[in-house]
């Protein structure tokens, strides 16, 4: 898609690309480019949600003397996209559980 829009739009893509391609992969080559604009578009989306969830995670998880969560994770805290990201874990050993 990204391809055909460098072909079809050409002064669009160059908006996306310099959104989302950093000096080095902009350097690349025409697959190479979409492939990494296509990477960090979907990156950017999902990371809003996944990566509060892995910091949760970790410290549950804990380690031998690694130190608990500071204070109590509460559902009522979190974002409508974190929520919706819980939600879509449940019954999968994604799940996070709040105690």
């Known amino acids: 898609m990204l391809q055909t829009l460098y072909h079809a739009d050409r002064r669009t893509f160059d908006k996306v690309a310099a959104q989302f391609l950093t ?3 902009a350097g690349a080559n025409l ?3 979409c492939y990494y604009m296509a ?4 990156n950017a989306y999902t990371n809003q949600f996944n990566n509060p969830l892995r910091r949760i995670k970790k410290y549950q998880r804990g380690k031998v003397g690694q130190m608990q969560l500071p204070f109590p994770v509460s559902t009522s805290q979190l974002t409508e996209r974190i ?3 819980i939600d879509y874990r449940k ?4 799940e996070v559980q709040f105690t």
């Not at 990477?39 to 979907?42: A, V």
């Not at 019954?91 to 994604?94: K, L, P």
């Open 23 to 25: 000096a080095k992969q």
């Open 83 to 85: 929520q919706a990201g």
């Open 31 to 33: 697959d190479q480019q």
């Open 39 to 42: 990477h960090n578009i979907r």
């Open 91 to 94: 019954g999968t050993r994604y």
